[in-house]
């Protein structure tokens, strides 16, 4: 990936329109020495005040001024983009990132002076710009690392580096893959002080993973990376190592070089032990998605040696480490291609999305701009982070200095619905794949119930007139997130206002008990507007005669009460119905009832739980299935999952259709 420099025609217009400040900056840099940060702090303000300055003139200004041969110059510019990235970076930081690159080599510049300067400003653009641009950041760092570079200018970059493993350790750990090899390679730098600030870096970006299994051996495994004599006692160390927490990939990103040696070794002890640990750390991964990152890695490694070691014992290792990565990984192979995010797409979805939408053409964005939130959707792109709320903050940030708010959201949902459909190789796919029935939600969240994770990044994914069963052992938390679900609490799923989600319970208080059922409906604060005949005309749906109708809540039947339930649901026009138990205290005759409204209502989704396999079997269209915290949908109904998922029942009860399956 090339480093992140967007070049941009700047009209003669725009520039004529930015005298001002061409000529303001012009004065900055003739100040003394002992005036210039003050210069440079009124250029700053003079920026942050217009509104109509073009900023890619600004930045065009600032990169001459840095480029030249006048060291004042250099200090006054570096301390302009310095005072504007610590007051103003939201607006200003896709013009001045770019920059970057040149302070690096400033800091190998002749005059001693710009040297410092350079060294700060550059800090104070890797904190202060998005997080989330991390990704875009680091090929700018690595080209600091080129054997082109002077030493001062990759020390530099590799303090930065470490810099971000601070201020932005998430993005630092999704990016470990193509960290460790560059920092890697400067270990074996000629210059002293390279060497010493590769080991320092590579030891705060490992540390940045948060597994306590490994933290104590990253020393070790630093260690390694500059002495491959090193690789069989570290690996005896670790395969010696009880693994308890869960294994994601940043994790086994630092644990991969090591790993790959260590099978390549010549010693079958050596290749026996990684064979462990790869088998123990991949019984701890969560996440399907993130074990297929090293399957193309490791692999073969293991593939090798199964064909090719003569000790059956670690043969016998090898092939149990192959099995365990291999189902972590979904139970399929996918090439390392496949799985690669393509920078060039992401940006050919923005560029199209912003080509299509009528008011964001209008708003003539710039391609710093452009290429600036196009960085930003490729690490959640990268990270599967598809949250719509995350989109459109992410976009909205930097596109809103173009356009009206109202236009944003359709702007940012467009990228996001065509960054994930464009990028769905990179999931392993749920069973069921309906593509052609619009989604009522796409989102990613975990639960956690007091102390315990009940779900881990995990993704539901509803469609419009489906009838989901929510299965899964006891206490793993299916009422919790049918909970979660009505009160919502759960991140990137639709408001309230965008998606009516009704909890059907039988949940009558007692002070409710006396009411006529008309009335009851009327108390609900959502519906004490509606219309009295429009309630009575829905109670006669669900079959309630006007006797009925005037009767006491507290004397129905539980059949009856469900039936209640529903019609309060229907008036609120409910898009999703969540279930749970809806069998429970009704006699057969109102089960089939039931069965037959949910299955009469094309255009609204449930979501139940149940022990009633029958009720499962007649109702449901897809299953919802708990697999490591983590939610798997099947296509079809509960006997249709039984025939592709045996083993979730063998770890109960033999199913029998008709029977109660402990869900």
């Not at 930081?93 to 700060?120: G, H, I, M, N, T």
């Not at 690669?340 to 701009?369: C, G, L, Q, R």
């Not at 469609?463 to 991140?491: D, W």
Request: aromatic share 6%; proline share 5%.
């Amino acid at each position: 990936m090339a480093p992140y420099a967007p070049t941009d025609g700047i009209s003669k217009l725009a520039i004529d329109q930015s005298k001002h400040f061409t000529e303001a900056l012009k004065e900055a840099l003739k100040s003394s020495a002992d005036q210039q940060r003050v210069a440079a702090e009124k250029v700053s303000e003079l920026v942050a005040g217009d509104a109509n300055l073009n900023l890619g003139v600004v930045s065009q200004e600032l990169r001459n001024a840095l480029e030249g041969n006048d060291a004042d110059s250099k200090v006054v510019a570096a301390y302009v983009v310095d005072d504007l990235m610590q007051k103003h970076a939201e607006r200003v930081e896709a013009y001045l990132v770019p920059l970057l690159s040149v302070f690096l080599d400033l800091l190998a510049d002749k005059k001693p002076a710009v040297r410092p300067v350079a060294q700060e400003t550059a800090l104070t653009i890797i904190s202060s710009a998005n997080k989330n641009s991390t990704i875009r950041i680091l090929p700018i760092l690595f080209a600091g690392l080129d054997r082109s570079k002077k030493w001062q200018t990759k020390k530099g970059s590799l303090d930065l580096v470490a810099e971000l493993s601070k201020v932005a350790p998430y993005q630092v750990g999704r990016c470990l893959p193509d960290i460790i090899p560059q920092v890697t390679d400067c270990m074996w730098d000629t210059r002293k002080e390279v060497k010493v600030a590769a080991k320092d870096t590579m030891t705060k970006v490992c540390n940045v993973v948060g597994n306590m299994d490994i933290e104590p051996f990253i020393p070790a495994l630093v260690s390694c990376l500059a002495n491959p004599t090193e690789v069989p006692e570290c690996t005896h160390k670790l395969a010696s190592t009880t693994f308890v927490k869960t294994v994601e990939a940043p994790a086994l990103a630092i644990m991969e070089p090591l790993l790959k040696r260590a099978l390549a070794e010549g010693k079958t002890a050596v290749k026996r032990q990684a064979a462990v640990i790869i088998d123990n750390m991949c019984k701890l991964m969560d996440d399907p998605a993130e074990a297929q990152l090293f399957i193309p890695k490791l692999l073969p490694g293991l593939k090798k040696v199964i064909e090719t070691q003569a000790d059956p014992e670690c043969r016998e290792v090898a092939t149990r480490a192959h099995e365990t990565l291999f189902v972590a990984g979904g139970s399929m192979e996918v090439s390392e291609d496949e799985l690669k995010v393509d920078y060039d797409n992401i940006n050919k979805v923005v560029v199209e999305s912003i080509a299509a939408n009528a008011a964001a053409v209008k708003a003539n964005i710039d391609s710093f701009t452009v290429d600036y939130v196009t960085g930003i959707c490729y690490f959640l792109v990268v990270s599967r982070n598809f949250s719509v709320a995350t989109f459109e903050k992410q976009i909205s940030a930097y596109f809103k200095a173009f356009m009206k708010p109202e236009d944003l959201k359709p702007l940012s949902n467009e990228i996001r619905d065509r960054c994930f459909k464009e990028n769905k190789s990179i999931f392993i796919e749920d069973v069921d794949c309906d593509e052609g029935i619009p989604d009522l939600c796409n989102c990613e969240f975990s639960l956690a119930y007091g102390g315990m994770i009940l779900l881990n990044n995990a993704r539901l994914r509803l469609k419009r007139g489906h009838r989901y069963g929510l299965c899964g052992p006891n206490g793993c938390g299916k009422s919790t997130l049918m909970r979660a679900i009505s009160n919502g609490q759960l991140e990137g799923f639709p408001s309230r206002d965008e998606l009516k989600t009704v909890f059907v319970e039988h949940n009558l208080q007692a002070s409710e008990a006396e009411l006529s059922v008309v009335d009851f409906i009327l108390v609900d604060e959502d519906l004490k507007n509606t219309p009295r005949q429009k309630v009575q005309d829905t109670l006669a749906s669900v079959g309630f005669t006007p006797e009925m109708q005037a009767q006491a809540v507290g004397t129905l039947s539980g059949g009856w009460k469900m039936k209640l339930e529903l019609a309060r649901a229907m008036l609120q026009k409910a898009d999703i119905l969540l279930l749970d138990e809806p069998t429970n205290h009704l006699d057969v005759k109102n089960v089939a009832w039931l069965e037959n409204y949910l299955t009469s209502l094309p255009n609204v989704t449930s979501i139940m739980v149940s022990h009633d396999s029958n009720f499962l079997d007649t109702v449901c269209t897809n299953i919802i299935h708990y697999e490591t915290r983590k939610l798997k949908i099947y296509k079809g109904n509960l006997s249709k999952f039984v025939e592709q998922k045996p083993e979730a029942v063998g770890q109960r009860e033999v199913y029998v259709p008709g029977a109660w399956f402990p869900c």
